[in-house]
């Protein structure tokens, strides 16, 4: 079965930045796309940012210009650079793949100054 363990959140003040990565059990090759998903606090989960295997990359509006997502297929990971961090994008964020597996545990970012 197919593990997906996110890390490298953390708290920063507005401004900062971070870089999220997600470690994937198998190879990355296996999936055609795989996404970074957030979800506050009484809000659903959404879509933020995705690649797919030939390495083309989309972003939900909300992060466009701010968030990068990138891909080492040799690590298996793939990462979620995020800078210019604002409180709206305190969430919990995950990461998985197309077709979906199992979530992982997800990795709590805290923006507040």
């Known amino acids: 079965q197919v593990q997906l363990v996110e890390s490298g959140g953390g708290s920063v003040q507005p401004g900062g930045s971070l870089r999220l990565s997600c470690a994937v059990s198998t190879t990355i090759f296996s999936f055609n796309t795989i996404r970074w998903y957030r979800q506050a606090p009484g809000n659903q989960r959404e879509s933020v940012a995705e690649?797919?295997?030939?390495?083309?990359?989309s972003y939900a509006d909300s992060v466009k210009g701010r968030f990068t997502i990138s891909r080492d297929n040799a690590k298996n990971t793939v990462y979620l650079q995020m800078n210019s961090l604002k409180p709206d994008d305190t969430a919990v964020y995950y990461c998985?793949?197309?077709?979906?597996?199992?979530w992982g545990q997800g990795s709590q970012v805290t923006v507040s100054s």
């Open positions: 690649i797919t295997r030939g390495g083309r990359t």
């Open positions: 998985n793949t197309d077709p979906p597996v199992r």
